[in-house]
């Protein structure tokens, strides 16, 4: 066995538009990789535990008001401060679910106007998941779910924007599920792709890095 031939667990990443079902589905992909006697673990991001965390959540609830640079850079550095952890995790064989990742630092913060290069290079070097979920429903019928809290960005408009955005930053990895689907029909879609991934990286594939 060579050095890139060693089994490892899978970073499964989720993405899509605020009420597209991604916390819904990965709590019942945690339970079904469980079921199935996986070691994994569910993450999200931003993770508003750390100090870092806490200066996200106080301006995504309108308590703090940041510079959008700022921010986007705050977002980045949350998700720095878990690399290590992230590539421990995967090495010792656990799988790591993660509820929003890169996707969404770029494609909300360039929603906002600023420039879509810039908004990537500060992810450069982070863990490359090894499929991106994106869980596709339209703005219009994400925001007749209902359940928008107040929290900054849950509106119509901008939510139009963002998901413009992230069809900009669709590459290989990435699994597109219709998310207008029922939550058991996306499921079952959902559990197809991911066990096919989770199967490759036991088999052994190296890591590779955003965005490259
Ligand atoms: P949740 O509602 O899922 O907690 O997300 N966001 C998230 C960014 O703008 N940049 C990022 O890098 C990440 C991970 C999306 C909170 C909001 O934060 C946005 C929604």
Redesign the pocket.
């Known amino acids: 066995k060579g050095a890139n031939n060693e089994s490892r667990g899978a970073l499964v990443v989720f993405e899509g538009l ?1 009420r597209s079902g991604k916390t819904s589905q990965c709590g019942r992909l945690l339970s079904y990789l469980e079921g199935l006697g996986h070691s994994v673990e569910l993450w ?3 993770d508003r535990s750390t100090s870092v965390g806490q200066m996200i959540s106080a301006y ?1 609830t309108n308590k703090s008001q940041l510079d959008d640079h700022t921010i986007h850079l705050l ?1 980045s550095a949350n998700r720095w401060d878990k690399r290590s952890l992230m590539e421990t995790k995967l090495k010792a064989g656990t799988t790591l679910i993660v ?4 996707y ?2 770029v494609a ?2 360039s929603a906002k106007g600023l420039d879509f290069e810039w908004c990537k290079a500060p992810e450069i070097g982070l863990i490359a998941p090894d499929l991106v979920v994106y869980l596709d429903i339209p703005a219009e019928k994400a925001a007749e779910r209902g359940g928008y809290g107040g ?1 900054r ?1 849950e509106q119509l408009e901008f939510q139009r924007k963002v998901a413009q955005h992230y069809k900009l930053l669709e590459d290989s990895s990435w699994e597109i599920v219709d998310a207008c689907q029922t939550l058991e029909v996306v499921e079952k879609q959902v559990k197809e792709i991911v066990l096919e991934h989770v199967t490759t990286c036991q088999k052994g594939k190296a890591l590779s890095s955003l965005w490259s």
């Open positions: 605020d999200r991001f931003p995504l977002f509820d929003r990742y890169s969404s630092g909300f913060s929290e960005y």
